[in-house]
């Protein structure tokens, strides 16, 4: 079993929709938990964190963690097509001095206008 | 420059070629991560720095891949005697002192291996 499952997608939907990015996980000492937007050819930026259960919003983007069922998301409310891009979930372990991430493998999002 | 800055963007090599990566961290950051990225495959570890120390090279898939970093900044990755299962888009980031998370990565340098 992998440690991170991360749907590749691709997802496509239309402009002003709500779009769901979901990741699951198998490693309970995962203690911080991230999103990271990858627009093409251009290197991961972080765009969410967060260490509890519970949601936290940023504008339009709300990222969602339940540690008992191993689960997080990400929802984007008024999607646009600026949004297209790919969305890597990043855990990293509450133990760990190296801040070291793990990383899944990304959905691909195209928000068509 | 204000951010991670990575070379070559892009290069072509033959197999059985070595080939070396450079990345130059943000300024003040202490750790430096190399990871990389193949097609469909998500971001893959491959090596930890602090300072000049790699407390974690843990990702390196083969010893033909090794990886330094001078005066705590610049960093090279060497790929020796390259395989066509090498090419992929070999991602660098830095982060201040390591630990929180917050990684800045460039815009990596993409590899292909003929």
């Known amino acids: 079993q992998k440690e991170v499952e991360q749907d590749p997608g691709p997802l496509s939907v239309p402009e002003g929709a709500i779009v769901s990015l979901n990741c699951t996980y198998s490693n309970s000492a995962f203690q911080y938990f991230m999103w990271y937007r990858q627009y093409s050819r251009k290197g991961p930026e972080l765009l969410m964190y967060t260490y509890s259960s519970g949601n936290k919003e940023d504008g339009r983007f709300t990222a969602q963690v339940d540690k008992s069922s191993k689960y997080i998301s990400l929802f984007i409310r008024d999607s646009q097509p600026s949004d297209s891009a790919t969305y890597l979930c990043a855990f990293l372990d509450g133990s760990s001095n190296t801040g070291k991430l793990i990383f899944g493998q990304g959905t691909t999002l195209q928000v068509k206008p | 420059g204000a951010g991670v800055s990575q070379s070559p963007s892009n290069k072509v090599t033959e197999k059985g070629k070595d080939v070396e990566l450079r990345c130059d961290p943000i300024s003040g950051h202490t750790a430096l991560y190399w990871y990389r990225q193949s097609l469909g495959q998500g971001l893959e570890f491959l090596i930890y720095?602090?300072?000049?120390?790699?407390?974690?090279k843990s990702g390196l898939p083969s010893d033909r891949f090794s990886a330094e970093r001078t005066g705590g900044s610049v960093s090279t990755l060497t790929i020796q005697r390259t395989q066509q299962e090498d090419s992929a888009v070999y991602l660098c980031?830095?982060?201040?002192?390591?630990?929180?998370?917050?990684?800045?990565f460039g815009e990596g340098s993409r590899l292909t291996v003929l």
């Open positions: 720095f602090q300072g000049n120390s790699a407390p974690d």
């Open positions: 980031a830095s982060s201040f002192q390591g630990a929180s998370g917050e990684l800045f």
